[in-house]
T-cell receptor
Framework: DTAVSQTPKYLVTQMGNDKSIKCEQNLGHDTMYWYKQDSKKFLKIMFSYNNKELIINETVPNRFSPKSPDKAHLNLHINSLELGDSAVYFC???????????FGPGTRLTVL | GQSLEQPSEVTAVEGAIVQINCTYQTSGFYGLSWYQQHDGGAPTFLSYNGLDGLEETGRFSSFLSRSDSYGYLLLQELQMKDSASYFCAVRSGNTGGFKTIFGAGTRLFVKA
């Protein structure tokens, strides 16, 4: 069974479009995250949710809107996509103070 | 602010031992994690140090000195498959929430 899953795996779209990425974890974890990894492989935290509540928002443009319908799901909607949004987006989850344990496979977003 | 420093690249030969160092500056420090990421893949969790000392998991060991704000990942009996990027990450926060902040990564090349 996949612990953290994301869809889609690849997303190619035009500037100005709106797109969503979905994430689900079957580990029963309370905390879920979105990370962005740029072309230089730098992993930057974007959001963190605990039990469906937003607890961390790392000064991400408000074009990015996360939504957590329940603690097993954390989706990411992006409005008015820009070239600089091209990156790999990873969903992740954790349960304890040890931090992020499980990452999803990633969604490679390419904005043309 | 928060910062982590680790070497950008390390090269070693198969069968050797390599140490990847990480120094950090952060407030509300809880622990130091290490992750491995192969090209095109997702980061995978390797180890976590919440207390000073050495943690060993098979060929990999991780060390933390909280007083020195320093840790390292030790890889023994290197194999070609160990060629990957390795990230140190600090777990920090307070009652308002915790986050895992990643270093820029160390690219390990294992040569035959």
């Amino acid at each position: 069974d996949t612990a953290v899953s994301q869809t889609p795996k690849y997303l190619v779209t035009q500037m100005g479009n709106d797109k969503s990425i979905k994430c689900e974890q079957n580990l029963g974890h309370d905390t879920m995250y979105w990370y962005k990894q740029d072309s230089k492989k730098f992993l930057k935290i974007m959001f963190s949710y605990n039990n469906k509540e937003l607890i961390i928002n790392e000064t991400v443009p408000n074009r990015f809107s996360p939504k957590s319908p329940d603690k097993a799901h954390l989706n990411l909607h992006i409005n008015s996509l820009e070239l600089g949004d091209s990156a790999v987006y990873f969903c992740a989850s954790s349960q304890d103070l040890a931090g992020v344990r499980f990452f999803g496979p990633g969604t490679r977003l390419t904005v043309l | 602010g928060q910062s982590l420093e680790q070497p950008s690249e390390v090269t070693a030969v198969e069968g050797a031992i390599v140490q990847i160092n990480c120094t950090y500056q952060t407030s509300g420090f809880y622990g130091l994690s290490w992750y491995q990421q192969h090209d095109g893949g997702a980061p995978t969790f390797l180890s976590y140090n919440g207390l000073d000392g050495l943690e060993e998991t098979g060929r990999f060991s991780s060390f933390l000195s909280r007083s020195d704000s320093y840790g390292y990942l030790l890889l023994q009996e290197l194999q070609m498959k160990d060629s990957a990027s390795y990230f140190c990450a600090v777990r920090s926060g307070n009652t308002g929430g915790f986050k895992t902040i990643f270093g820029a990564g160390t690219r390990l090349f294992v040569k035959a």
